[in-house]
């Protein structure tokens, strides 16, 4: 019994302990001076509600009502973009259902291992089970301004691409990231080292190689489906390469900016086309740019966000399976890009509104060993207003009108609605610029 009263009497001390985050970020952009880094729902300070357990952990609830014009099909509309319509993986996290929809529940365990590691564990809970989004390692003191990263973990290419869904400004993924890389992104398993010098300007160079398992990059199918002939390539992994470098000047005490390139290739990729499975190399670049102005006022008021991507994607493929044996070896090379722009503005305390436009296609064409198709661009207007009552949760009303472009000639048009909620528990540390 006394043992009973004494293990429950630690727990309870714990659980009403202050708390103080201990996990330290991997090297990011430098925050220019009176730009701090932002939290889980936009405001300067750590977020400290929960325990003081090492490791700190968070729950971050995300859910949402949805509604379209097209009877729910409005995303399969989007995925299905001329020139884009290739393999998408089984990974469902954008898939919502009209009416109320229980997005995934992030769970994140972070903390300081010793002198030399932090480490980080991001689970992704849905109600058809649990995944790992991110578990890595990262060193805290290599020399010469190096870290080195390991394990599973978001990409340092881009922007948008190294947030979690809780930290974008719209309740869905931009149309470039989904339709190139999946409504994750590219997330993968490798190694990252990132190099800070010691220079006048804040400059970030990194390289990364990943074992090669993006859905539209770095794709493997495992076997031949019956019906079709031919032989696949493999090859072990690291399969995708990539790098990075990233800039911001200092433009004083209100100002904030940021500009990256990156880019990357993919020594296999397979696509499933039911009829025949392609097979090739692929690669991407891209740049990225980011502003912020901080207004000085109370819970964001008055402060300013722009933010845009540009990517451009090769794939350079060829039959190696199909129901015709003649097919076998034919050329199907994809040569594709598209871009988002966003803007954000606190035009209260608390209230923030957002406009968005995603296109796709700009350059889109598919060259065959006889001939060229080309496509039409896709585009997708966005608008939002976002309520933050506090540090912990977030309201949101977005509408999406896409204009889609479809492979037989002609287009689609959809409308969206979405009223997202999201609450956090527990330690959330301060996220980068």
């Known amino acids: 019994m006394r043992s009973t009263q004494f293990f429950t009497g630690a727990l309870a001390a714990l659980c009403l302990a202050s708390v103080t985050p201990v996990f330290a970020q991997p090297a990011g952009p430098v925050q220019p001076e009176g730009l701090q880094p932002f939290p889980l729902f936009g405001s300067s300070r750590q977020i400290t509600s929960g325990t003081a357990f090492n490791p700190a952990i968070s729950v971050i609830l995300d859910g949402k009502y949805y509604t379209d014009n097209r009877r729910g099909e409005a995303g399969e509309i989007a995925e299905h973009a001329a020139g884009f319509d290739g393999h998408h993986g089984d990974h469902d996290h954008g898939e919502?259902?009209?009416?109320?929809?229980?997005?995934?529940?992030?769970?994140?365990?972070?903390?300081?291992?010793?002198?030399?590691?932090?480490?980080?564990?991001?689970?992704?809970?849905?109600?058809?089970?649990?995944?790992?989004?991110?578990?890595?390692?990262?060193?805290?003191?290599?020399?010469?301004?190096?870290?080195?990263?390991?394990?599973?973990?978001?990409?340092?290419?881009?922007?948008?691409?190294?947030?979690?869904?809780?930290d974008w400004d719209f309740a869905d993924q931009t149309l470039v990231y989904d339709l190139m890389f999946g409504e994750e992104g590219l997330n993968d398993i490798g190694v990252q080292l990132t190099w800070l010098p010691k220079l006048p300007v804040y400059t970030l160079f990194g390289i990364e190689a990943l074992q090669g398992r993006n859905e539209g990059i770095a794709n493997t199918i495992d076997g031949i489906p019956g019906g079709l002939e031919g032989s696949l390539r493999d090859r072990s992994g690291p399969r995708l390469f990539t790098g990075f470098v990233k800039v911001a000047p200092d433009l004083g005490f209100d100002h904030a900016l940021q500009l990256g390139l990156f880019g990357g290739g993919a020594r296999l990729h397979q696509e499933d086309h039911e009829d025949e499975i392609l097979q090739g190399d692929t690669w991407f670049a891209g740049f990225d740019a980011v502003?912020?102005?901080?207004?000085?006022?109370?819970?964001?008021?008055?402060?300013?966000?722009?933010?845009?991507?540009?990517?451009?994607?090769?794939?350079?493929?060829?039959?190696?399976?199909?129901?015709?044996?003649?097919?076998?070896g034919e050329k199907e090379k994809f040569k594709q890009d598209g871009f988002y722009v966003q803007a954000k503005y606190g035009f209260a305390p608390r209230w923030t509104a957002a406009l968005r436009l995603d296109m796709v296609g700009l350059y889109n064409r598919i060259e065959k060993d006889e001939r060229t198709e080309k496509f039409d661009d896709s585009r997708r207007y966005s608008a939002n207003v976002t309520f933050n009552p506090t540090e912990f949760s977030r309201l949101r009303m977005q509408f999406n009108r896409g204009d889609i472009a479809q492979e037989g000639g002609g287009r689609e048009n959809y409308n969206q609605f979405f009223v997202q909620y999201q609450i956090a528990l527990g330690v959330h540390g301060a996220h980068k610029f």
């Open 96 to 166: 919502l259902s009209r009416g109320f929809n229980l997005d995934e529940t992030e769970i994140v365990f972070s903390a300081t291992v010793d002198n030399y590691f932090d480490a980080m564990l991001n689970l992704a809970v849905e109600e058809d089970g649990i995944e790992v989004e991110e578990a890595y390692g990262v060193t805290r003191s290599l020399p010469a301004g190096l870290t080195l990263k390991f394990g599973k973990f978001l990409s340092g290419i881009g922007y948008i691409n190294q947030q979690h869904p809780h």
């Open 291 to 328: 502003y912020k102005y901080d207004a000085g006022r109370s819970y964001g008021h008055g402060n300013l966000t722009l933010q845009g991507e540009y990517l451009y994607r090769v794939k350079d493929l060829r039959v190696a399976a199909a129901d015709d044996l003649d097919e076998i």
